[in-house]
């Protein structure tokens, strides 16, 4: 599931890159930063870059903290109790139709 989502996440990014692209802020942004005497510009690898590295942060944490998770939600409901959910069949009368 986190390679899923990792996979979901970088896609997202990519479109949102290019139609920020597309209305001009990459440009607006790279001209502030000449403009205050920088010599980087934002480019797509570099977001690009950043946004998977973050992407792999969170997927290994997911992947790490999920079993640990599991284990918690198990001893919690172990010691306290869950929640019993019951259906009734709908083809027989209930008792208070009768």
Same mark, same amino acid.
């Given at each position: 599931m986190s390679l899923v989502g990792l996979v979901a996440w970088l896609i997202a990014v990519a479109v949102l890159y290019f139609g920020m692209s597309q209305f001009g802020i990459w440009?607006? #942004? %790279? @001209?502030? &930063?000449?403009? /205050? =005497?920088? %010599?980087? @510009? &934002?480019?797509? =690898? #570099? /977001?690009?870059? /950043?946004c998977a590295l973050i992407g792999v942060v969170v997927a290994i944490f997911n992947t790490i903290l999920a079993p640990l998770l599991a284990l918690i939600y198990n001893a919690v409901v172990d010691l306290f109790g869950g929640l019993d959910i019951g259906l009734q069949d709908s083809a027989k009368p209930s008792k208070a139709a009768k």
């Amino acid at each position: 599931m986190s390679l899923v989502g990792l996979v979901a996440w970088l896609i997202a990014v990519a479109v949102l890159y290019f139609g920020m692209s597309q209305f001009g802020i990459w440009e607006s #942004m %790279n @001209s502030l &930063i000449f403009d /205050v =005497g920088g %010599n980087q @510009s &934002i480019t797509f =690898g #570099m /977001v690009f870059a /950043v946004c998977a590295l973050i992407g792999v942060v969170v997927a290994i944490f997911n992947t790490i903290l999920a079993p640990l998770l599991a284990l918690i939600y198990n001893a919690v409901v172990d010691l306290f109790g869950g929640l019993d959910i019951g259906l009734q069949d709908s083809a027989k009368p209930s008792k208070a139709a009768k």
